[in-house]
């Protein structure tokens, strides 16, 4: 029997997440759901309805796992909460600083339901979170850096485009070479998150807009850039298909440590992505998370998980014989 896969939310994650779910045997795509009129949204998978959001209480034993597909700004911390009540949930949360808030309103949700709610499933926060972890572990004197990009963030350009005044927006993030390479020598240098990246943001305004005051908005927003150095340009819509119309990404995580009576051998731990699609390698990433949620769900498990709870095995369509015998 396949996992029945809901998505909520039909942008750049949900297209993903559909995507996905054609590249998984053991899962089926059963409802998209919409603040969107249902009627104007078409998705690329026939015979799948396309639902108001608000119609989902209907589907509540019809789905396995619904993939919430909004963004951190405002839409999750309100949503998978809500949707943990009827449904095991996954989400995307990258708000670093919001997490354990998040987590805290999630739990109590899908705990009181009975559901399972994995927050933070992507890849940072996400596998690079794994990188940390199992790095720390391993050399507990160390330091970790994590550097992102060069690339489009979905989150901060979401944050963005929700400015009064902003009709589009796309950011990039950039590590400051320099920084990277300091790491990369095992020099550990002491790094404030104003020399690990900049941040530059491509702005299309809405007519009559105040531009000086969008960017002193972009430039103080907390938790997005008030910590780096942003630069603002304001352009065409035109300009920004033209040339901003791609969503790679990419980054690494870090860990240089060392070991031996006298800290003799310095080793370092690497991890690092180059992704072509910033959303679909994170929906294949959520794809797997789905997976451990029903796992976890059938199990009789309960509450808010997230990719530190989880082990890996979870996350595969393969049995434990095949894992053992092919991967490990």
């Given at each position: 029997?396949?996992?029945?896969?809901?998505?909520?939310?039909?942008?750049?994650l949900g297209r993903g997440v559909e995507c996905a779910v054609k590249e998984n045997a053991d899962m089926e795509l059963v409802a998209v759901f919409t603040r969107r009129n249902p009627a104007d949204?078409?998705?690329?998978?026939?015979?799948?309805?396309?639902?108001?959001?608000?119609?989902?209480?209907?589907?509540?034993d019809k789905i396995d796992v619904l993939i919430l597909c909004?963004?951190?700004?405002?839409?999750?911390?309100?949503?998978?909460?809500?949707?943990?009540?009827?449904?095991?949930?996954?989400?995307?949360f990258d708000t670093h600083a919001r997490i354990p808030e998040h987590f805290a309103h999630v739990d109590a949700a899908a705990r009181e339901a009975g559901h399972i709610g994995i927050i933070s499933v992507g890849w940072d926060p996400g596998l690079f979170s794994l990188a940390r972890a199992y790095s720390n572990a391993i050399l507990p004197d160390g330091k970790d850096y994590t550097f992102w990009g060069k690339g489009v963030s979905q989150g901060h350009s979401d944050a963005i485009r929700r400015i009064a005044g902003v009709k589009n927006a796309k950011?990039?993030?950039?590590?400051?070479?320099?920084?990277?390479?300091?790491?990369?020598?095992?020099?550990?240098?002491?790094?404030?998150?104003?020399?690990?990246?900049?941040?530059?943001?491509?702005?299309?305004?809405?007519?009559?807009?105040?531009?000086?005051?969008?960017?002193?908005?972009?430039?103080?927003?907390?938790?997005?850039?008030?910590d780096y150095d942003t630069t603002?340009?304001?352009?065409?819509?035109?300009?920004?298909?033209?040339?901003?119309?791609?969503?790679?990404?990419?980054?690494?995580?870090?860990?240089?440590?060392?070991?031996?009576?006298?800290?003799?051998?310095?080793?370092?731990?690497?991890?690092?992505?180059?992704?072509?699609?910033?959303?679909?390698?994170?929906t294949s990433v959520l794809i797997a998370y789905a997976r451990a949620a029903y796992r976890l769900s059938n199990e009789g498990q309960k509450g808010c998980r997230t990719v530190l709870d989880i082990a890996p095995s979870y996350l595969s369509a393969q049995s434990g014989e095949e894992l053992r015998a092919h991967l490990l």
């Open positions: 029997m396949r996992i029945k896969i809901g998505i909520l939310g039909y942008g750049n949204v078409k998705i690329a998978t026939t015979g799948v309805p396309v639902v108001k959001a608000d119609e989902a209480a209907d589907w509540k909004g963004g951190s700004a405002t839409d999750l911390p309100e949503q998978t909460p809500a949707f943990a009540k009827l449904f095991n949930v996954v989400d995307s950011q990039y993030t950039v590590p400051v070479e320099s920084a990277l390479d300091a790491v990369r020598s095992g020099r550990n240098p002491e790094l404030t998150t104003r020399q690990k990246h900049t941040r530059e943001c491509f702005v299309v305004l809405e007519d009559g807009a105040d531009a000086a005051k969008v960017e002193q908005e972009i430039k103080n927003m907390p938790n997005y850039f008030a603002v340009h304001f352009i065409s819509e035109e300009e920004l298909q033209r040339n901003h119309s791609g969503l790679a990404h990419g980054g690494f995580v870090i860990r240089s440590g060392q070991t031996g009576h006298e800290k003799e051998h310095k080793h370092i731990i690497e991890f690092s992505l180059k992704l072509d699609s910033n959303p679909e390698f994170t």
